[in-house]
């Protein structure tokens, strides 16, 4: 069973910790840049609604590769409240650590919102919000489904010390599945997947339509993800090493 592990003080003062919030927020601000830019200019382009989800999920998957490989060696490369929440739920990231990523990462959103805001003369922010015809149970399984499978992919090609041949390109297929979720799922529910990405829309419009959903989907369907993942597929040997004590908190993965 994997255990997790709440933190303390100690994890905070480590000379390393600053930087992994730094590049958390950098990293965060800079993916929910480019899919809210995306998103803003698909719906400002002429261009048919099958080439604007091509267009917006093509630019999710190159922003996710990125950001993440950006960050991954110095934070984790999280930049989603539903990613941290499953690595926790994995044993690979204190409780602490990840309520200050959590605050970190809607703060990057949020402000990366209303810079577009302002950089693109007061345009609307598009809100993620589910489809006419799209029931709530609808739009919470399916915002489930497609975040069990990103996180499922992030445990099978990043987190697991026997991901074999995958080495080195867990962020690249993280990259791909998002995109892959976007065009599956983006008609009906815009397939967020991420807490922090539909949070700065939501604030800058101070519109919370189903904005529930959104929150409940990723972080139940995230946590399923890395219990089911831990218990079931990781081996049983130790596959993190953690800064000073065992109790300090930041997963780094092991090769």
Same mark, same amino acid.
Not at 34 to 56: C, K, P, Q
Not at 76 to 104: E, F, K, Q
Not at 142 to 164: N, Q, R
Not at 168 to 195: E, R
């Given at each position: 069973?994997?255990?997790? @592990?709440?933190?303390?003080?100690?994890?905070?003062?480590?000379?390393?910790?600053?930087?992994?919030?730094?590049?958390?927020?950098?990293?965060?601000?800079?993916?929910?840049?480019?899919? =809210?830019?995306?998103?803003?200019?698909?719906?400002?382009?002429?261009?048919?609604?099958?080439?604007?989800?091509?267009? =917006?999920?093509?630019?999710?998957?190159?922003? =996710?590769?990125?950001?993440?490989?950006?960050?991954?060696?110095?934070?984790?490369?999280?930049?989603?409240?539903?990613?941290?929440?499953?690595?926790?739920?994995?044993?690979?990231?204190?409780?602490?650590?990840?309520?200050?990523?959590?605050?970190?990462?809607?703060?990057?959103?949020?402000?990366?919102?209303?810079?577009?805001?302002?950089?693109?003369?007061?345009?609307?922010?598009?809100?993620?919000?589910?489809?006419?015809?799209?029931?709530?149970?609808?739009?919470?399984?399916?915002?489930?489904?497609?975040?069990?499978?990103?996180?499922?992919?992030?445990?099978?090609?990043?987190?697991?010390?026997?991901?074999?041949?995958?080495?080195?390109?867990?962020?690249?297929? @993280?990259?791909?599945?998002?995109?892959?979720?976007?065009?599956?799922?983006?008609?009906?529910?815009?397939?967020?997947?991420?807490?922090?990405?539909?949070?700065?829309?939501?604030?800058?419009?101070?519109?919370?339509?189903?904005?529930?959903?959104?929150?409940?989907?990723?972080?139940?369907?995230?946590?399923?993800?890395?219990?089911?993942?831990?218990?079931?597929?990781?081996?049983?040997?130790?596959?993190?090493?953690?800064?000073?004590?065992?109790?300090?908190?930041?997963?780094?993965?092991?090769?």
């Amino acid at each position: 069973m994997s255990r997790i @592990t709440l933190g303390n003080k100690k994890e905070i003062l480590q000379k390393d910790f600053f930087k992994s919030l730094l590049v958390e927020f950098i990293c965060t601000f800079l993916y929910e840049f480019a899919g =809210v830019g995306a998103a803003m200019a698909a719906e400002t382009l002429d261009g048919s609604s099958l080439a604007n989800l091509f267009f =917006v999920g093509m630019a999710h998957a190159l922003a =996710v590769a990125v950001m993440v490989s950006s960050s991954l060696h110095i934070s984790g490369g999280h930049i989603n409240p539903a990613v941290t929440l499953s690595l926790a739920v994995g044993g690979h990231c204190t409780v602490l650590r990840s309520l200050l990523y959590w605050v970190d990462q809607l703060l990057a959103s949020s402000l990366a919102c209303l810079s577009l805001r302002f950089l693109t003369g007061s345009r609307t922010i598009p809100i993620h919000q589910l489809a006419s015809g799209v029931g709530f149970m609808q739009g919470l399984l399916m915002e489930h489904i497609l975040t069990f499978s990103m996180l499922f992919t992030v445990y099978a090609t990043m987190v697991d010390p026997k991901k074999g041949v995958l080495d080195g390109q867990g962020p690249l297929l @993280t990259g791909l599945i998002v995109g892959a979720n976007i065009f599956a799922g983006g008609a009906f529910t815009g397939a967020s997947m991420n807490p922090a990405r539909s949070f700065g829309p939501a604030l800058v419009n101070w519109n919370w339509t189903h904005h529930w959903v959104y929150w409940l989907g990723p972080l139940t369907g995230g946590g399923l993800a890395g219990f089911v993942y831990e218990n079931f597929f990781m081996p049983r040997t130790p596959s993190i090493s953690l800064p000073n004590d065992e109790e300090s908190g930041l997963f780094y993965i092991a090769n």
